[in-house]
């Protein structure tokens, strides 16, 4: 109930193309889904966030698509560049605990 | 600055030794949060507290132990009894309030068994 599944493990895109992570959820109390970066050697960042209600939320070049049905959301990077290049990390909260549930990660390599 | 520092950024333990991993905020928030990462893996709750005095057990509790006497401190003791300490440790605090908030990272400290 409490795991958030991310795919794929690894990933490598064009310079200019579009990199697509996706995750999936089992428990609906969830009602709060961050996307994190890291970089090596570092803490992860926060990128972007959407709640339940919304179905996308884009930040620039960064989208979340978000299918409640479903229970799988979706991070979309346009025009992708080599300082893309990290992990990223898909994560669930709901109200009372709201310590975070993360996806494995998605290793992004954007080729330039 | 405002954020969360993590220190040290490396730490060795030797056999039977228990070691403590600091985490300092200067966000004024008042929830806090630690988490393991191993290699290829995403994160993992160890212990959180929502307000000073107060933590709870996360999923990989067994082996570790904190302290929230302060609100800008929640150190992490690894002690022996973690037979797998050789990880990545992050540390988090968020603000309050209905909903999810954001939760800001340290720059984590990554512990090794000599």
């Known amino acids: 109930q409490q795991q958030v599944k991310q795919s794929p493990q690894s990933l490598i895109v064009q310079k200019g193309g579009i990199s697509i992570i996706n995750c999936a959820y089992e428990?609906?109390?969830?009602?709060?889904f961050p996307w994190y970066q890291q970089f090596p050697g570092k803490g992860p960042a926060l990128l972007i966030a959407i709640r339940p209600d919304v179905s996308e939320k884009k930040e620039g070049r960064f989208t979340i698509s978000f299918n409640k049905s479903a229970k799988q959301f979706s991070l979309h990077i346009m025009d992708s560049q080599p300082g893309d290049s990290a992990t990223y990390f898909c994560a669930a909260s709901m109200g009372g605990r709201r310590a975070l549930t993360f996806g494995s990660g998605t290793r992004l390599q954007v080729q330039p | 600055d405002g954020g969360i520092t993590q220190s040290p950024k490396y730490l060795f333990r030797k056999e039977g030794q228990n070691v403590t991993l600091s985490c300092e905020q200067n966000?004024?928030?008042?929830?806090m949060y630690w988490y393991r990462q191993d290699p290829g893996q995403g994160l993992r709750l160890i212990y959180y507290s929502q307000i000073v005095n107060d933590f709870q057990k996360g999923d990989i509790a067994e082996g570790y132990s904190v302290s929230r006497e302060k609100k800008e401190s929640f150190p992490l003791t690894v002690t022996s009894a973690q037979k797998n300490p050789t990880a990545f440790y992050l540390c988090?605090?968020?603000?309050?309030?209905?909903?999810?908030?954001?939760?800001?990272f340290g720059d984590g400290t990554r512990l090794s068994i000599l």
């Open positions: 988090a605090s968020s603000s309050q309030g209905g909903g999810g908030q954001p939760q800001h």
């Open positions: 428990n609906t109390a969830f009602d709060y």
């Open positions: 966000l004024n928030h008042d929830a």
